[in-house]
Nanobody
Framework: QVQLVESGGGSVQAGGSLTLSCALQ????????VGWFRRRPGQEREGVAA????????GYVDSVKGRFTVSRDDVANTLRLQMDNLNTDDTGVYYC????????????????????????WGQGTQVTVSS
């Protein structure tokens, strides 16, 4: 059974940091595309960052480049998102997501942020940044 369990959300002041974690059960993170998405108030779900396949290539939405770092722990089979220098625009519900290893929609620098191809989703964790 595939399961994604997130942890690490919370409240922080602008300029602060948070680390999100996502434990994946059911298949290995290093053999697929896994990422973080968020839904900010009044907005559509958007891709934040992703890491894919054994090469570990990564992608980021422009608004978080230089502030967020996506990584994975292949031994623990977890995905992480280190978020530094947070601002109020980062407030939202954050979801981890994974494409199944059998998914023919391959992640690359141009497609990692598309929501539809992701097969599995975590329950979401709230991140609130106050000024």
């Amino acid at each position: 059974q595939v399961q994604l369990v997130e942890s690490g959300g919370g409240s922080v002041q602008a300029g602060g940091s948070l680390t999100l974690s996502c434990a994946l059960q059911g298949f290995k993170v290093r053999y697929t595309c896994v990422g973080w998405f968020r839904r900010r108030p009044g907005q559509e779900r958007e891709g934040v960052a992703a890491i894919w396949y054994e090469g570990g290539s990564t992608g980021y939405v422009d608004s978080v480049k230089g502030r967020f770092t996506v990584s994975r722990d292949d031994v623990a089979n977890t995905l992480r998102l280190q978020m530094d220098n947070l601002n109020t625009d980062d407030t939202g519900v954050y979801y981890c997501a994974a494409r199944g290893p059998w998914n023919s929609d391959r992640c690359d620098s141009g497609s990692w942020s598309i929501v539809r191809p992701f097969d599995y989703w975590g329950q979401g964790t709230q991140v609130t940044v106050s000024s």
